[in-house]
């Protein structure tokens, strides 16, 4: 299985900030990443997929990057709505696998 | 407007079964590739299962944590994605979503505990 490292676990930004979230996977998965965001009590919502598109609706804020194995999401000029949990998601091999998710908290 | 609506949730003890059903209405359900994700209490997610099109001959696959214990289905005449668990464990406690990953549909969520 191809295994999904996400960093930071956690993160507290102040409005305004840009954030950046982190993911690796254990092999080259080719660009098959996928990110969502997650507000408390409700289903995980797709934000970017092949790592860098912007799925429907998204604001331009959230922006996805890398290839290979690295992967980021980065949100630019962070709002009060953007605080949520964020995972990542490959689906370039089976079994999908997600990692472990980014908390994030405003300061 | 698209919905997808879990039911089949609740407790159950260590080594029996369930069967969860989502029924979905607003897209064309036939066409669309069903998968079902759990989240832990722990809020760690898991992809547990997917299931394609008649185009991809319904083709099936399994997280290696639930390979031969669970089985997913489909009813296209119906708009309707099955999981059947069998065996179930403690750690397969979770609110289980249907969800169509491709078209970024998601349901609601329904809670499974496992505890005796």
């Known amino acids: 299985d191809i295994q999904m490292t996400q960093s930071p676990a956690s993160l507290s930004a102040s409005l305004g900030e840009t954030v950046t979230i982190e993911c690796r996977a254990s092999e080259d998965i080719y660009n098959g990443l996928a990110w969502y965001q997650q507000k408390p009590g409700k289903s995980p919502q797709l934000l970017i997929y092949n790592a860098n598109s912007l799925h429907t609706g998204v604001p331009s804020r959230f922006s996805g990057s890398g290839s290979g194995t690295q992967y980021s999401l980065k949100i630019n000029s962070l709002q009060s709505e953007d605080v949520a949990s964020y995972f990542c998601q490959q689906y370039y091999d089976y079994p999908w696998t997600f990692g472990g998710g980014t908390k994030l908290e405003l300061k | 407007e698209v919905q997808l609506v879990e039911t089949g949730g609740g407790l159950v003890q260590p080594g029996k079964s369930l069967k969860l059903t989502c029924a979905t209405s607003g897209f064309t359900f036939s066409n669309a590739w069903m998968d079902w994700v759990r989240q832990s209490p722990e809020k760690q997610l898991e992809w547990v299962a997917q299931?394609?099109?008649?185009?991809?001959?319904?083709?099936?696959y399994y997280a290696e944590s639930v390979k031969g214990r669970f089985t997913i289905s489909r009813d296209d005449s119906k708009s309707s994605v099955y999981l059947q668990m069998n065996s179930l464990k403690e750690e397969d406690t979770a609110i289980y979503y249907c969800?169509?990953?491709?078209?970024?549909?998601w349901g609601q969520g329904v809670m499974v505990t496992v505890s005796s």
């Open positions: 299931i394609k099109d008649k185009s991809n001959n319904y083709a099936t």
């Open positions: 969800t169509s990953l491709t078209g970024d549909y």
